[in-house]
């Protein structure tokens, strides 16, 4: 299936805005997995439904044929980096929502206390999708590489909860990065100052691991349940995993009820670690720690992440259930689920089948037998449009073949705008209306 037919009927006064008709509905929150009908009105989900028969009558303005592709709910993106023009790591969400099926992000800290009104106003606010922030507890967040952690007067609790609190529902948790670079000569100071943020919000507290100290067994402490581990398949920390195990530190954190969170981006997916995991009875949730380098690959986005789940042996329900209902429940999102009342926000993917070569950060390789690829995202039941991404910063190192990627995409898309010459081109689809006698 490459196209979905879509028949408009105009004045209709039924009981439905939308109806999607006869795909394979993936719905982990409520039980879903079978042939539905959604039907969404007023921006909600109304129902869904065993697909009647062909030709059955339908009462609905729009009627869109999803036969043969999977719908699940919008994805939920919990580690994502947004804060565009302002920090090293941004990117707009909106060129890349409407073609992967993401309708939730989750900026993973790129805004502390000094930013995140910025964050609110120019990118949340503004943005077809929606946004969530997970505030940095240095308030310089994510505006260079790294090092944000290296003058501990920027790590004022009391400043980053005043902000957390004016924003509200926007902030739904605190970031810290804890790796070598970026904490610098103060240790586990930086996460001490986390964790009591985090404390006094009520809010989860997600820490970034990498190349230690500090080490996972001495982060692992200051973490309780519902506080979120993110990048746990990362080759980079020495005691993640060792001689195929998990470790004793990685054990604690998930008898603790530490939610373990993917966070591909550019350098935190190795295959044999996830592998390791996921056969010690770890299930992370999937996200794709989208920013401004891990776009161009080797994450791209969240369903070719989803496709390396696959990959890996996780059932398809499975994965769509790391990238839905376990996120939203994480930081206490209304997403994730196409249960009645719920927001509107559906995917729909073409499941090709075949033998597709996927590779984690480390050029490990695998191959899934499926892979996922978008062809519409409905934002509270109304399609996102077509948007173009912007050029990456000029920061951003990319390699040769990716900068001809990126040509290439330029090239598409100045040659998308057509020039039509015939006069039958131009024919109109609706009669002219008669002249008053």
């Not at 509905?25 to 062909?54: F, L």
């Not at 044929?65 to 919008?74: F, I, M």
């Not at 090293?88 to 790129?110: E, F, H, K, M, Q």
């Amino acid at each position: 299936m490459t196209q979905h037919s879509v028949s408009i009927r105009s004045g209709v006064s039924g009981m439905w805005d939308l109806l999607l008709r006869g795909g394979r509905v993936v719905d982990p929150a409520s039980g879903q997995d079978g042939t539905a009908d959604i039907a969404v009105h007023n921006g909600r989900i109304a129902e869904v439904r065993p697909a009647p028969p062909t030709g059955a009558a339908d009462t609905a303005a729009e009627v869109v044929d999803v036969r043969g592709a999977l719908v699940t709910p919008g994805l939920v993106d919990m580690h994502t980096h947004l804060w565009h023009g302002a920090t090293y790591w941004g990117l707009d969400p909106d060129p890349i929502a409407w073609r992967t099926g993401v309708t939730t992000w989750v900026d993973a800290g790129s805004a502390g206390a000094y930013g995140m009104d910025g964050l609110h106003r120019f990118v949340a606010g503004p943005a077809r999708v929606r946004v969530h922030a997970l505030i940095n507890v240095s308030g310089l967040g994510l505006v260079a590489e790294t090092g944000e952690h290296h003058v501990l007067d920027n790590l004022d609790v009391d400043t980053a909860a005043a902000v957390a609190a004016r924003h509200g529902e926007l902030v739904r948790g605190v970031k810290a990065r804890i790796d070598a670079r970026t904490v610098g000569r103060h240790g586990l100071e930086p996460l001490r100052r986390a964790a009591a943020l985090a404390r006094r919000l009520e809010r989860p507290l997600m820490v970034h691991v990498g190349y230690g100290p500090p080490t996972i067994a001495e982060i692992v402490p200051f973490l309780t349940e519902g506080d979120i581990l993110t990048h746990c398949a990362s080759g980079c920390p020495a005691d993640l995993v060792r001689d195929g195990r998990l470790t004793d530190a990685t054990k604690r954190a998930l008898d603790t009820g530490v939610v373990f969170d993917l966070g591909h981006g550019s350098g935190a997916l190795a295959f044999d670690v996830l592998e390791t995991e996921l056969a010690a009875g770890v299930r992370p949730v999937v996200s794709s720690d989208l920013h401004a380098r891990s776009v161009h690959g080797p994450a791209f986005d969240l369903p070719t992440v989803l496709t390396k789940m696959l990959a890996v042996g996780m059932e398809l329900p499975e994965a769509v259930e790391a990238a839905t209902v376990r996120p939203a429940r994480a930081l206490g999102l209304d997403a994730g689920t196409l249960a009645r009342g719920a927001p509107a926000d559906i995917a729909v993917f073409r499941m090709e089948r075949g033998a597709f070569p996927v590779l984690d950060v480390h050029g490990g390789a695998r191959e899934a037998s499926m892979r996922l690829t978008n062809t519409a995202t409905y934002l509270a039941g109304r399609p996102l449009p077509p948007c173009a991404a912007e050029p990456p910063p000029v920061w951003v190192p990319l390699s040769p073949a990716q900068r001809r990627a990126e040509d290439v995409r330029h090239e598409r898309t100045r040659s998308a705008v057509q020039r039509l010459t015939r006069p039958e081109d131009f024919d109109e689809p609706f009669p002219r209306p008669e002249a008053p006698s």
